[in-house]
């Protein structure tokens, strides 16, 4: 992922969960005053997407992901860095689908003119983002799966 971009997209996503809390706040203190905040819930739906698929391809480019290491002291360096690429590649495949499958009912929500139900928020704009944050991710796994072994961390 180009820095900037990385960075550009870090500072944005950064954001979001300062949304989440100033609107959850909001709602809270409104509902004690019998004046909750409308479309609280959906609007913390809406960021929760943006910011989960938003931050994947962030994640994924650093290889920042939850690793469980069981069995790599019994592995040999070589067999790690090729135990990775597969991983690399599988987990592209899988992302691939999901871009592909977001991008299908981004195109049917965008068909229908679907928006959100008290809000009324287009749904298409956010589905079209959460594929293309997908699609990042998996070039972010290519990169991982065909980088020359020089250029491969050993972990």
């Keep these: 992922m180009i820095p900037s971009a990385r960075r550009t997209l870090g500072v944005m996503l950064a954001a979001v969960p300062l949304a989440m ?3 959850t706040c909001l ?4 509902r004690r005053l ?3 905040l409308p479309g609280a819930i959906e609007i913390i739906e809406l960021l929760m997407g943006v910011l989960v698929f ?3 391809p ?4 650093e290889r920042g992901h939850v690793t469980v290491a069981l069995f790599d002291e019994r592995m040999t360096p070589r067999l790690r860095w090729w135990r990775d690429r597969v991983v690399a590649l599988v987990s592209a495949a899988v992302l691939a689908v999901i871009g592909w499958r977001l991008v299908a009912k981004a195109v049917e929500l965008a ?3 679907d928006r959100s139900t008290y809000l009324g928020v287009p749904l298409a704009p ?6 293309a944050m997908a699609a990042v991710a998996v070039l972010a796994l290519l990169r991982d799966a065909f980088a020359p072994a020089a250029a491969a961390p050993v972990r």
């Design 21 to 23: 809390v100033a609107v």
């Design 27 to 30: 709602d809270v203190i409104g």
């Design 34 to 36: 019998d004046r909750p």
């Design 54 to 56: 938003g931050a994947l």
């Design 58 to 61: 962030l994640v994924t480019a």
């Design 111 to 113: 068909g229908f003119g």
């Design 126 to 131: 956010l589905a079209f983002f959460m594929a």
